[in-house]
Each structure stands twice: as C-alpha cells, then as structure tokens.
C-alpha cells in the first residue's frame, strides 16, 4: 500500500525557518516525480514545489522561489521542504504527493497525497 | 503562467441531480487537465486525469471533458458522498502545475 507521511510541521516566528519531511513507503520513490502542494486555511489548494527522480529537475512556485528548497533522498525513502524567511502568508497545510505517470495514454497525474502537516508563521 | 479560472464558486445541489462544473484556462493546456475532490479536514483525492480519464476505483458517475482551455467535469445524480470542493490542476509535469480556486458542491 502507498503511503506518505509528513512531518516537522508547527509555530514558527516570521523570518523564521523550518524543515518538512515526507516519509514513503509501498513504492520505490526513486521512479517518481515528488510535489509539495499546500492549502491556507480555508484556501484552495496551491502547487508549491516539485522535484523530479533522481533530482535532474527542481522548481517552484514564485511565491517560494529563493525561500524554499524541496530535496530528496531516495536511499531514505524521503522528501524534504527545507523553508526559510518565512511569512505570516506561509501559514498552511502542506501536503507532499506523488506523481504517476500513465504510459498507456501519455499523461501524469497526483495519484496519492499525504494526510498533510499544518505550519503556522505568527509571531 | 497559465491561470484556471473554475466556476461556479457554489454550486447548490439535491441528491440525485447533476452537477456541472467548469475549469477555463488562459491558455491551452491541450488535455492535460486533472480534477480533484476534496473533503473537510481530508487530503486532496485525484478523481480525473488527462482532461477525461477516470482514475482507479472512481465510479462512473464522474465524467470529465474538454480540451485546449475549456473543460468541465460532470458528476450524475449526486450521492451524498460527492458533496465537498472539487479542483482543477493543469497536469502536464511542466511547473507551475497550477490549480483553479475551486468549486465547492453543497447541499441544497
């Protein structure tokens, strides 16, 4: 069974940073894409970052560039979000999830998310 | 950076109608478009992926359509259970892979 779970979520104070961490398990995550998507507290969902397999490509949203770092180590079975200057407009839950790829049709698709982990910037 | 606008922000439904939703993007994004449903307090759950193909174990009732920059997703005589926000996301592995603001089915 897939599963993700993350953790390092909790109060930080702005300018502040914090380290997420994304725990994989039922698949081999060297064989796929990884995203991190957050949600403000009663806000849609935002793409945050994603990091290709074997790290040959990393982006990021604009409102994290230069702030976020997303990271993985396959030999651990993890993803990471390394944040920093953070802001009172970070507070969210962040959830990582992976990213399939169906060859049958040629498409990619977030197949399976984790349960998610709530940072909250206030000072 | 292409944006998905999705509307209606409310849709008021009965059990057993239909719910159209739409996703438009600035931009053609040709078919690679996936639909999400989420639930209070619940993860994101992929419902619809390459604009119309349903994902593993998602009942029938789920139709998606479109293509380019206008997409909709249909649900059929909606169960209690398809109350919640639905959200479309371009799929098309190329950052950013940007979401619509969401379209929140309740009950009426």
């Known amino acids: 069974e897939v599963q993700l779970v993350e953790s390092g979520g909790g109060l930080v104070q702005p300018g502040g940073s914090l380290r997420l961490s994304c725990t994989a398990s039922?698949?081999?995550?060297?064989?796929?894409?990884m995203n991190w998507v957050r949600q403000a507290p009663g806000k849609g969902l935002e793409w945050v970052s994603q990091?290709?397999?074997?790290?040959?490509?990393?982006d990021s949203a604009e409102s994290v560039k230069g702030r976020f770092t997303i990271s993985r180590d396959d030999a651990r079975n993890s993803l990471y979000l390394q944040m920093s200057r953070l802001r009172v407009e970070d507070t969210a839950i962040y959830y990582c999830?992976?990213?399939?790829?169906?060859?049958?049709?040629?498409?990619?698709?977030?197949?399976?998310w984790g349960q998610g982990i709530l940072v909250t910037v206030s000072s | 950076e292409i944006v998905l606008t999705q509307s209606p922000a409310t849709l008021s439904l009965s059990p057993g109608e239909t719910a159209t939703l739409s996703c438009r993007a600035s931009?053609?994004?040709?078919?690679?478009l996936a639909w999400f449903q989420q639930k209070p307090g619940q993860a994101p759950r992929l419902l619809i992926y390459?604009?119309?193909i349903r994902a593993a174990g998602i009942p029938g009732r789920f139709t998606g359509r479109g293509s380019e920059t206008e997409f909709t997703l249909t649900i059929s005589s909606l169960q209690s259970e398809d109350f919640a926000v639905y959200y479309c996301?371009?799929?098309?592995?190329?950052?950013?892979?940007?979401f619509g603001g969401g379209t929140k089915v309740e009950i009426k």
């Open positions: 999830a992976r990213e399939n790829y169906d060859p049958s049709y040629g498409y990619y698709l977030f197949d399976h």
């Open positions: 039922g698949f081999t995550l060297s064989a796929y894409s």
């Open positions: 990091i290709t397999g074997s790290s040959t490509r990393r």
């Open positions: 931009q053609s994004v040709s078919t690679y």
């Open positions: 390459g604009a119309s």
């Open positions: 996301q371009k799929s098309d592995n190329w950052p950013p892979l940007t």
